[in-house]
C-alpha cells in the first residue's frame, strides 16, 4: 500500500527530519492534508500510527509507510472529565481506541457522548484545525490538526 515518494528503512538519520513522516511533525503536515499516515512492518505486518523509524513489535527497521483509511470502529473507550487544561470547555470528553479498517488502532477524542457510543461503534477520522487556547500549548503543536473521530451510520 505504499503510494512511493517517502523512505524505506532502514532509515538513515537524515532521513528521520521534521519533514519526515516518521517524526510526529511530519506525521501532522500530512494529516493537515487528509493524508493519514502509518508506517507498516516489512517483517512482521505491524502498522504504526503514527509512524515509526523501527517496529515497536519486533524491533525490525524495516518499514514503509502506507496510507490509512479514516474509518473504523471503536475499540475501547472511557470518559475524561478532567481533560488538561486547553481542553477543559469541551469536558468530559469521550476518548476511544479506535480500530481502523486497516486494523490499525489510533487514539483520539470521539465528538460524542460517552453513552452514546459503544465497542464497535462506526467512525470516521475528521481533521480540524486547532482552535483551543493556544497558551496551554506547546509551541510546536499550535499548528498541528486536531484529529476527532466522528460517529458514522
Ligand atoms: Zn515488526
Same mark, same amino acid.
Given at each position: 500500500? &505504499?503510494?512511493?515518494?517517502?523512505?524505506?528503512?532502514?532509515?538513515?538519520?537524515?532521513?528521520i527530519t521534521a519533514e519526515s513522516p516518521f517524526t510526529l511533525p511530519g506525521f501532522f503536515d500530512?494529516?493537515?492534508?487528509?493524508?493519514?499516515?502509518?508506517? /507498516?512492518?516489512?517483517?512482521?505486518?505491524?502498522?504504526?500510527?503514527p509512524p515509526r523509524p523501527?517496529?515497536?513489535?519486533? %524491533? +525490525?527497521?524495516?518499514?514503509?509507510?502506507?496510507?490509512?483509511?479514516?474509518?473504523?470502529?471503536?475499540?475501547? $473507550?472511557?470518559?475524561?472529565?478532567?481533560?488538561?487544561?486547553?481542553?477543559?470547555?469541551?469536558?468530559?470528553?469521550?476518548?476511544?481506541?479506535?480500530?481502523? =479498517? +486497516? %486494523?490499525?488502532?489510533?487514539?483520539?477524542?470521539? =465528538?460524542?457522548? $460517552?453513552?452514546?457510543? /459503544?465497542?464497535?461503534?462506526?467512525?470516521?477520522? &475528521?481533521?480540524?484545525?486547532?482552535?483551543?487556547?493556544? /497558551?496551554?500549548?506547546?509551541?510546536?503543536?499550535?499548528?498541528?490538526?486536531?484529529?476527532?473521530? /466522528? &460517529?458514522?451510520?
Amino acid at each position: 500500500m &505504499t503510494d512511493g515518494g517517502y523512505p524505506e528503512g532502514p532509515l538513515g538519520p537524515d532521513e528521520i527530519t521534521a519533514e519526515s513522516p516518521f517524526t510526529l511533525p511530519g506525521f501532522f503536515d500530512a494529516l493537515s492534508d487528509a493524508d493519514l499516515l502509518a508506517a /507498516e512492518c516489512n517483517d512482521c505486518d505491524a502498522v504504526l500510527v503514527p509512524p515509526r523509524p523501527a517496529c515497536h513489535a519486533c %524491533g +525490525s527497521r524495516q518499514v514503509s509507510i502506507s496510507e490509512q483509511p479514516r474509518t473504523g470502529t471503536v475499540y475501547s $473507550y472511557t470518559e475524561v472529565r478532567r481533560p488538561p487544561t486547553a481542553f477543559e470547555d469541551l469536558a468530559p470528553l469521550t476518548i476511544a481506541v479506535v480500530e481502523l =479498517d +486497516s %486494523g490499525a488502532r489510533l487514539t483520539g477524542r470521539v =465528538d460524542a457522548a $460517552y453513552d452514546d457510543i /459503544e465497542i464497535g461503534t462506526p467512525v470516521e477520522l &475528521t481533521v480540524r484545525s486547532p482552535d483551543v487556547e493556544e /497558551e496551554a500549548m506547546l509551541s510546536y503543536e499550535r499548528e498541528w490538526p486536531l484529529h476527532v473521530f /466522528e &460517529t458514522r451510520d
